[in-house]
């Protein structure tokens, strides 16, 4: 469930990452909820993957259906099923699909946003003619989520391929971005799967190449949900509650007049301003609820985590001028309050909106970096997982037992891989041959 104020903060999220993917070539379609059981299973790797998380619709009214129907956890049999019929020769590729949606996977143990039983999220799926071209569509869509978390979450990412053992039921290779919450637990916040041929053989979707052949097409699909929006709370958060940034705030800037008696003038000013900065694109909200303080208003806000808070009394007024309150600077903090003319209101906002915004990310930044921890000391390394101290990143032999072993006796996993600058290193956590660079951590 979303009540609006939280809808909202979705609703920023979702326009924000749709002009990215239309920007990028792709269209949105809808396909259906429910998916007949022997479609599912003709993928084995993915319905072996799924099959713990799936939920099954099994009467229609008082009748038994003769077959199952699965409510989706995710779309790859559906979509594949249509595109089979699409698809028919090499002009038809390739075929660039997004959907928003809601999905469902069997969890017991929930979590508000991280996990959920029904949640919101987008998936991409895509077709291609060649194995380069899907490659390159995989790597561009986990470019635009680091894109967008960087730049509108202001949540700093670590982007690459996910281990064997962490990879998509029935993916060649699957992409993430990762994130470091707080509490030194890792959130994968993204991910892109280049599918290889593993969907299309399985759907049989072929198409005749342009030297006549019939050739299965090579497929990748791509996914955020509605976890983004736990990161962003979790990550921004502080001991009074939210801090959005201005790029996801339904609400980016709160007017609270400060009513004393008779204050009709007053309260038009505010109006006027109001649709000032309305008409300069800024979301804003005047609060002239009468039947509460203005201290209560500014703390009701400030736990909602609007970025800016502008104050008007009658001194104000007779100052031409408000005084403005930055969300992400706690009291007595330089500029934490400034007295702003009216003439200069909205390009001082704007100026504020953008500060706050890379404000925001410097913090997260120098969070992640400061809890980023290279190691090449076994007993050091088990310690900081064990402790979840962040992303420990070691020099790694990239073998499921060694990910096995470490996962048992500390919690923690790779998160994602990169390439290894340096030869001749050992594994960290094993002692064998390390061929990559892999970051541990334990994760949501
Ligand atoms: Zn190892």
Known sequence: MLRPYGFGIWELLQAELDRRFKQTGHQNAYFPLLIPESLLAREAEHVEGFMPEVAWVTHGGKEALTERLAIRPTSEVIIGVMYAEWIQSYRDLPILI???????????????????????????????????????EAAQMLGVYRDFAENVAAIPVYAGEKSASERFAG?????SIEALMPDGKALQAGTSHELGQNFSKAYDITFADTDQQIKHVWTTSWGVSWRMLGALIMLH??????????????????IVPILKGESAALLDRAREIAAALRGAGV???????????????????????VPLRLEIGERDMAASQVMLVRRDKNKGEEGAKVAVAFSELVPSIEAALAAIQDGLYAQAKAFLETHTLATGDPAEFRRLCKERAGMVDIPW??????????????????????PLAEQGLACVACGEPAVIRAFFAQSY
């Open 98 to 136: 997004n959907q928003w949606c809601n999905v469902v996977r069997w969890e017991k143990a929930t979590r508000p946003f991280l996990r959920t039983m029904e949640f919101l999220w987008q998936e991409g799926h895509t077709a291609h003619a060649t194995r380069d071209e899907a490659a390159a």
């Open 171 to 175: 993916a060649l290779h699957t992409y």
């Open 237 to 254: 958060g502080d001991d009074r509650g939210l801090r959005l940034p201005p790029r996801l705030a339904p609400i980016q800037v709160v």
């Open 283 to 305: 979301r804003v909200k005047l609060d002239d609820r009468d039947n509460y303080s203005p201290g209560y208003k500014y703390s009701d806000w400030e736990m909602r985590g």
């Open 397 to 418: 032999c990239n073998r499921p037992e060694c990910e096995a072993e470490v996962k048992a006796a500390t919690s923690a996993t790779t998160r994602n891989l990169r």
